[in-house]
């Protein structure tokens, strides 16, 4: 079946250092891959997304790339800030209505 | 414009009561969701509603029923709560079921004991 994979968190950082957080996927077909992010106390957020292979969606520094030869659409940042501690979910998207996602990865930001 | 709203924010419940989860949105979309976020788990579905006036059961759908009261509202009901429904509740919507945005909600932090 159709499944995602993030890595555990929490995920902590000095601000300005380098985040990639992973997130792998199975799927049959050529899904539309997502991350979201939910800020402390509020809903989540689309963050950025790419709905076919090799894509690369951006967004506030973000960028992650679809790769189909190894089922990944990882997170990564330059440099991180305090404001981007939150916990980012990648999900996907069948060819119906559901979104599939991944369990969050927290991510904290040290000043 | 407010978005996706939720009431309550929060709610304690004890085993067998129920309540309803109000959602609203002002964005005038076609599709609307409710999802459950348990930790470790990420989000699961528990019902949509693809238009007005239709509803379908999501993954999780069990101990639920939902209400799409209007084009702007869908309701969450718990029968008879549960602790296994202790949870947070988000609902979201989109402008239709195809669309890869959703929107959502600040969510409902629900405790049953």
């Known amino acids: ?9 929490p995920v902590t950082l000095s601000e300005e250092a380098f985040l990639t957080i992973n997130c792998t996927y199975t799927a049959t077909g ?3 891959l997502f991350w979201y992010v939910q800020y402390p106390g509020e809903g989540l957020q689309l963050l950025l997304k790419a709905t076919k292979a090799d894509d690369k969606g951006s967004n506030k520094g973000f960028e992650a790339t679809y790769r189909k030869e190894t089922t990944s659409f990882h997170l990564e940042k330059g440099s991180v800030q305090v404001s981007d501690s939150a916990v980012y979910f990648c999900a996907l998207k069948r060819s119906n209505y559901q979104l599939i996602w991944g369990a969050g990865t927290k991510l904290i930001i040290k000043p | 414009n407010a978005g996706v709203t939720q009431t309550p924010k929060f709610q304690v419940l004890k085993t067998g009561q129920s309540m309803t989860l109000q959602c609203a949105q002002d964005m005038n979309h076609n599709s609307m969701y409710w999802y459950r976020q348990d930790p470790g788990m990420g989000l699961r ?30 309701s969450l009901r718990l029968e008879s709560a549960a602790p296994s429904q202790t949870s947070v509740y988000f609902c979201a919507s989109s402008e239709d079921a195809n669309t890869y945005e959703q929107y959502f909600g600040p969510g409902t932090r629900l405790t049953v004991t």
Request: hydrophobic share 20%; aromatic share 12%.
């Open chain 1, 30 to 32: 050529y899904p539309s």
């Open chain 2, 45 to 74: 579905l528990i019902y949509y509603s693809a238009s007005e006036g239709t509803t379908d059961k999501g993954e999780v759908p069990n101990g639920y029923n939902v209400s799409r009261l209007n084009k702007r509202e869908f």
């Open chain 1, 1 to 9: 079946g159709n499944s995602v994979t993030q890595m555990e968190g």
